[in-house]
């Protein structure tokens, strides 16, 4: 019995000391480990990477941009049924652990004993709170020492942090395949919904995908994922936290996602997508950009940006085919499964509705053209395959563009398709409706251009086309395209002659003149668009309205190129302007954005208004850290409510630029334009405009700037490697670009009153004689037009013609620079 009592009690003694050395090596091993734990204070105040969103005026999205597509929702923002979700999949007792699950771990460790050798990844047992150990604080390596760390840190988290905060960390930071972190983007891009509108279905794969996201792809492993997401299902049952009928019903939906976009979202809104990146790129720098969670809400209004992109497309493609058939873009052999072989070919993206097809068949009173078939999520190419037939009436407007054919419209089909043709189709219509199952031939053009909508009285962009298809240039001529503006920056030098003492009745001549440009360069002579032709006295309303080149010329010498270049940098069309007389027609360039400001300015007034396509800008937090409008507003806070005080007031403080009275003078002269001149196609629109055509030499760009009381707009269209554009007035802007205009103002002015141009305070109109511009007698009306006149001012009683003096006699002036394409010989044309 003694010896059974020592043997016990050694038994004890060496137990007890086996103990003591387990619990110092356990201790030892704690210590060892945290020695050189991460901070895992950090966590407050994290900050992950948020993509930052662009949206229109009417809150629709525009753009994200992101390196990691991530938008970050507080806990309380999360429905139930995703949290649910992720715990069934995760971690089923996160609310009852204190950071490990022991029972998790055991099951993990028996899993690792009965793989040993077999070079199996060994199971993972973490809980969330270790996920957020791992993926905030440590590395993805494999190892017991990592294992060690994550389950100190995850204790020490959960004694430091709430379990929704953890949970919090944990929904935002894990990433969840297709370039998705976290549970709201990645509710977007696999479902294109908010987390508040996922099924059950929906909500169980996304909670599925955290510990596999590539190997459960929806489409390439469909069943694998399925089988995934209905385990999660089934774990929801299981819990109570869903109903039977709800997880039979979900188990049975079809495994459906979106594949979402990452540019542009908004049609026809990808250049302007593109115009704020680069502006915000420019202001906050890439990480700002990329990860700071800004919310830009832009200028940008998707009705009246719709009506820009098909109003210049269509203006672009209706010149392009007056030019003729170019031919296919290049033959395919029709043979075996054509699609696979078209689905081979870059297609333009952001032009429907057209499509690329093939012509598989050709006769002579149709063809018959295969389309390009779609690509699914995981970019395999559908089996689906479209078919439609050209007649015709799709291929008339196809004359041959080189040859001996051109100028003839085709008699037949096979004329101008043949079988392996590569094309762009879209649908045929008749009498306004598309005909079902024909199609109409069209080809990308060659030619290019821009378009600028303006709000003129805050420099708001409202619309804006860069080129035919951003997917085919990102090469944006709004913005980045210097192009000589021609006559349409006429009205700038007329500006600075009415606000230096010279009225609408100041009277110049209209002949011959020549310039001496010294150096051996010989004389200039500029010319009117109807070269040889000469009216003698004409007023500047006259002159104008019929873009009379040596009339502005004189003008420009009477008052002196320094001045002119003032107004010009005054209003932005250039940031300094040479001396020379040619830059008076337009000689310079400058961009669609510049144009359209600077005629915003006249609209308005004659305040300065500064371009943005920006509205406000704010971070991740809400805080507003950029506004465009930086008007004050009297009385806009209002404490108490309403208390018969006087209403806010606007207070105004931009640089007066132009005299307003000066304004409202060149907005007459050039609704005179509109009415009787260069541009009388938008006389169509019905609604008050003032605006200036502007044709350069050679006819190598066609341009409108102009506006009505709400909008501005500047349109150009030219070849980006400049050529001419043809001939006579057919090349001329008021025949390219201003029906363009027209179109665009009769859609976006559509619901507006014709609300006729302000009258300033001061303007006295007087009636006038329009050939002459002197004053009209008593009772007569006849030809007469009321003209506007500042105060200490007066239409003429008898003619002081500028320009008599050296009518006959040349003129030295600083000849122009050599690259300017001013330097003339005697009978070429000049500028309209």
């Known amino acids: 019995m003694r010896l059974l009592v020592r043997f016990m009690g050694f038994l004890f003694a060496a137990g007890t000391v086996v103990f003591l050395v387990g619990v110092g090596a356990v201790a030892g091993l704690i210590w060892h480990f945290s020695k050189d734990l991460p901070d895992y204070s950090q966590l407050q105040d994290y900050e992950p990477p948020v993509m930052t969103r662009v949206h229109a005026v009417d809150g629709s999205l525009l753009g994200e941009y992101a390196k990691e597509r991530r938008l970050y929702l507080p806990i309380q923002a999360v429905p139930k049924l995703v949290i649910n979700a992720f715990l069934a999949a995760e971690d089923k007792n996160f609310y009852e652990h204190g950071g490990i699950d022991y029972t998790g771990m055991a ?35 494999v190892s017991f020492a990592r294992k060690i760390k994550e389950a ?28 998705a972190y976290g549970i709201a983007a990645a509710s977007l891009v696999y479902f294109d919904k908010s987390v508040n509108e996922l099924t059950v279905a929906e909500a169980a794969y996304l909670a599925a995908l955290p510990k596999m996201p590539a190997t459960l792809h929806p489409v390439r492993n469909r069943d694998r994922a399925i089988e995934r997401r209905n385990y999660v299902i089934d774990r929801l049952q299981e ?13 049975k939906e079809p495994l459906a996602v979106t594949n979402r976009s990452n540019g542009a979202h908004t049609f026809a809104g990808e250049y302007f997508a593109e115009e704020v990146r680069r502006d915000i790129f420019e202001r906050y720098g890439e990480k700002k950009l990329y990860e700071g969670g800004l919310s830009v809400r832009t200028t940008l209004d998707p009705k009246i940006q719709v009506m820009a992109r098909k109003t210049m497309v269509t203006g672009l493609v209706n010149y392009d085919e007056q030019q003729g058939y170019r031919g296919a873009m290049s033959k395919l052999d029709t043979s075996g499964d054509w699609g696979v072989k078209l689905a081979e070919i870059k297609s333009l993206s952001d032009i429907a509705p057209w499509r690329m097809a093939v012509v598989l068949e050709t006769s002579d009173q149709s063809a018959r053209i295969g389309f390009q078939p779609s690509r699914e999520l995981g970019g395999a190419v559908s089996k689906q395959r479209e078919t439609g037939i050209v007649t015709l009436d799709g291929v008339r407007w196809a004359r041959a563009a080189q040859g001996a054919t051109k100028g003839r419209a085709p008699t037949s089909v096979s004329q101008v398709l043949q079988p392996g043709d590569v094309i762009y189709a879209d649908p045929l219509y008749k009498d306004g409706q598309p005909v079902e199952g024909q199609y109409r031939l069209r080809q990308i053009p060659e030619v290019s251009g821009a378009m600028v909508a303006m709000d003129p009285w805050t420099g708001r962009v409202l619309a804006m086309v860069g080129g035919f298809s951003f997917d085919q240039s990102q090469f944006n001529r709004a913005t980045q395209a210097y192009r000589q503006p021609g006559s349409s ?8 002659a009415l606000d230096n003492g010279y009225t609408p009745s100041t009277v110049v001549l209209d002949a011959p003149i020549e310039i001496d440009q010294g150096q051996g360069a010989g004389v200039w002579r500029p010319e009117n668009f109807s070269s040889g032709k000469f009216q003698g006295p004409v007023t500047l309303r006259n002159a104008l309205r019929q873009s009379l080149n040596t009339v502005t010329v004189r003008l420009a010498q009477d008052i002196g190129m320094p001045l002119i270049g003032e107004y010009a940098r005054r ?52 805080h507003t850290i950029f506004k465009h ?25 931009r640089e007066q630029v132009l005299d307003s009275m000066t304004a409202y003078q060149i907005t007459e002269l050039m609704e005179g334009v509109v009415q009787a001149g260069t541009a009388t196609v938008v006389r169509e629109v019905g609604k008050p405009i003032a605006g200036k055509t502007g044709t350069t030499n050679e006819a190598k760009d066609a341009w409108f700037v102009g506006f009505s009381p709400d909008v501005a707009v500047a349109i150009y269209m030219g070849y980006d490697k400049p050529r001419p554009l043809g001939r006579g007035n057919a090349a001329t802007g008021g025949h390219l670009a201003a029906p363009i205009a027209r179109d665009f103002l009769k859609l976006a002015l559509a619901d507006k009153p014709a609300v006729p141009f302000k009258v300033p305070a001061g303007i006295k109109l007087v009636r006038v004689v329009a ?10 009306t006849g030809g007469t037009i009321l003209e506007a006149f500042k105060p200490g001012t007066a239409p003429p009683d008898n003619y002081s013609v500028i320009g008599v003096a050296d009518a006959d006699g040349r003129m030295p002036q600083q000849p122009p620079p050599p690259d300017s394409g001013f330097f003339m010989r005697p009978g070429t044309g000049g500028l309209y």
């Open 489 to 496: 920056f006429k009205p700038i030098v007329y500006s600075a």
């Open 771 to 780: 050939k002459t511009g002197m004053r009209a007698g008593p009772g007569e």
């Open 107 to 141: 099951r993990a460790g028996l899993v690792y004993l009965q793989n040993y050798g077999s070079n199996r990844r060994p199971q993972g047992a973490s809980t969330i709170t270790q996920q957020v150990a791992k993926n905030f604080l440590l590395t993805n390596e």
């Open 571 to 622: 209003f932005g069309v250039y940031d300094e302007l040479p001396n020379y007389l040619s830059y008076a027609l337009g000689a310079g360039e400058t961009t669609a954005m510049r144009m359209a400001t600077a005629y915003s300015m006249i609209a308005n007034g004659g305040r300065r208004v500064k371009p943005t396509l920006i509205d406000r800008i704010q971070d991740r937090y809400g």
């Open 152 to 179: 100190l840190l995850a204790m020490r988290i959960e004694k430091t942090y709430s379990k929704d905060k953890i949970l919090e960390l944990y929904l935002n930071e894990i990433y969840l395949g297709l370039g």
């Open 239 to 251: 819990n109570g936290w869903i109903k039977q009928a709800d997880a039979e019903k979900a188990r």
């Open 629 to 653: 409008d930086q008007r004050e507003c009297r009385g806009c806070d209002a404490p108490g409510g309403w208390k018969n005080q006087a209403e806010p007031q606007l207070i105004d403080r």
